[in-house]
Structure formats: C-alpha cells, structure tokens
C-alpha cells in the first residue's frame, strides 16, 4: 500500500508525454488496482488520450521468506516479467521499492544486453527508508540508471545517488 | 495488555474524554484531563474490541476497518497511531502521536517516525510512555510538515528524457 501510494504521487507529478502507461502489480495485490484507476480517472480529465494498462505479475518475495525459496520465487516472477517486458519494450521502467520490481528491472536489462532495446531505469527509494536502502534498493542501485534517495543520510552513505529532497 | 491492543491497526482519533473505565491501559481519565471530548478507535484485527459508549460529555467511538481514514483524520485533533500511518496524518496537518510496538522490532517505518521525531513533526512513545507522554507533550511545538516536491521530481524526470520545456 506505501510503495503504491508513493508512486501514485510521483505519477501525479508527470507531464502527459508520459503515456501510454504500463502499471505492474503482484497478483495478490487486491487495493493498488482501485488507487491506479483513480488516479488514471482523473488524468484522463486532466489530459487527453491517455492510456493504461494493469498488468499483474507475480510476487517474487513475501516478507520474511527464506533466502533459498526468495530464489525459486524470483525465477518464477522472471518468467513473467521476461515476456511482459520483450513485449512491451517501454522506453522507461519507474519503480520504488516493492519485490516486483526486481525482476522488470532484470529483465529491462536482459534486453539491453541482447541489443534488443535500451532501457532507461529509474528507481525512487521509498520516503521510509531513512538510514538504511530496501532490499530491492540494495539490488537496484547497481542495476539502476538513476537511483533517488529521499533522505540526506542515505545519500552520504550511497555516493552514485542523487538526492532532491523529499519527492514523495 | 497495553500492547496487546496497540496493534499494527490501532489508532486513536483523541477528542476529548472521562472517567473510570480502562481503555487498554490507559485509563480513558487521561484523555478527560486533557479536554478530549470524544474517542475514535480504529481496532483491525486488534484483539480488544470495547463496546462504543457515552458517558457525560465523553463518547468512545470503535470501528474495524473503513475504505478511507480521511475523514476521520479531518475531525480529529490529535491522532495516535502506528508509525505506517505517518504520511497520511502529516499531510493533513494534524499533530500525530506515534505508538511504537517495541515487540515488534522489525519494522521499517519505525525509521520514517523516527526521522520525523528528531525533525520535530510528531511525538513518539511506546506503549508504556503512552500516558506520560499525552501529559508532557506540547502539540503547539509540532511543526508543520510540508507535502514533497513532486514538481523537483517531474523537473528532474523530464531532463533525463529528454523532454524539452518550451517556454
């Protein structure tokens, strides 16, 4: 619900050149498909002809689970958001934070290195994350074009990140 | 007992209060000092589940779940909640009170309500400084917590595009 909400408000933000656009939840996530629509509705007055589309994928960890299955469970969404990503071939992944995102952002990368296509990859770190990166965050800043941090401390301790403030 | 019922779901909407009855450990009697007239529980899957009540000029109001907490934070004067609810109690402008569950150590946003402590934008205790804290605190000494700058964000998005803005 926070990783939702939080891109939600970075979305707002967004000029309409940015469509058609592409969400990508995990299958067991029941409340982020309503806060997309309400957003879109309101773009749609804002803006016109803009598109999206929900696509669900899903999740490649739970809170807590073993390292061993997390692999499994990985591969798993790989499956899912490999195709999902050939297919669609966005110019730009935007994500913050939730597990989905680890295997688009892979995947994003996979089409690059096979010269398919190349893909820019902005992670935002959520505004919770004060002192310490998330997981995802860990992976990603290696992986990751563009990688903001929202709090002065986190951009000390991880140099390649760019900090503008609280964005959220 | 406390923090048992100070569960991941549990927020209070303090208005104002009254006398005897204890309300997870704290006695409903605080919030009467205080001037609060009304009590607004939100209990989730909280195990306690007190019966809403009047008595006098005090009304204890419980709910379980509802589609928005908006409203509820608009009436209120002050909120007591669980750290997750930081963002949206701040953005309303309301003087927010965070409960930390120290049983439950592994939890993320205790970082974010910590961080926003030491800014000054909201009071932090545990279930056992609860009381002593709605006593001492002073929620005149908050200060307001202005909302991201999503425009910087948008700004920076369209640079790395390459989207030209045409002045």
Redesign the interface.
Known sequence: G?HT?EIL??M????P??NPRHYVIAETDTMSKDKICCLEVSRKYKYAEQEYTIHKIPRSREV?QSWSSTLLTTLHSLLYSGPLVFTLKP??I?CNGPGTCVPLCISALLLGVLGIKRI?I?Y?ES??????L?LSGKILYYLS??F?V??PNLKEKYPRS?Y????? | MCHESLQKDYMLLGVAAQPDTECFGIPLQIFRELGFEKLVLQIGRGLVRPEPCTFGDFTLEVFQYKDSIAEEIQRADLVISHA?SC?ETLGAGKPLLVVVNDQLM?N??L??A??LHRDGHLYYCTCKTLADTMKSMDLSALKPFLP???????I???R??G?EKVD
């Open positions: 926070g909400t408000r970075l707002e933000s967004l000029s050149c940015y807590h110019d730009l935007l820019l902005v935002v505004i919770c994350r004060v002192e310490k998330s074009d563009y903001l929202q709090w760019i503008l403030g609280r964005v959220v | 997750g963002l592994d993320h946003q970082e974010l910590r961080q991201g700058k999503t425009e910087e964000f948008a920076f998005m369209d790395i595009v989207l």
